[in-house]
């Protein structure tokens, strides 16, 4: 079950809350007792294995000059 991290507006203090994704806009109360809570927004890193480049593993070719583009293609 997901979990999402609230922080309160009256104490501060950062809490979380694991609710199914369907009620993860619904507000949550502070373990304090407040009821002026904001959820705050979580990043998530995903990472592939064997870390190889975004062309499934193979390494990159060497890089080839030429041109004002850069690239091959010889303009």
């Known amino acids: 079950m997901p979990r999402y991290e609230f922080r309160c507006r009256a104490c501060g ?3 979380e809350v694991s609710r199914p994704m369907a009620e993860a806009g ?4 502070c373990p304090q ?5 904001v959820k ?3 990043t998530v890193a995903v990472t592939g294995r064997g870390g190889g480049s975004a062309t499934g ?3 990159a070719g060497p890089a080839s000059g030429g041109g004002c583009c850069g690239g ?3 303009c």
């Open 72 to 74: 091959g293609c010889g």
């Open 40 to 42: 705050l927004l979580s």
């Open 57 to 59: 593993g193979a390494p």
């Open 13 to 15: 203090d950062t809490f």
């Open 33 to 37: 007792g407040h009821a002026d809570t």
């Open 26 to 29: 619904a507000p949550a109360g």
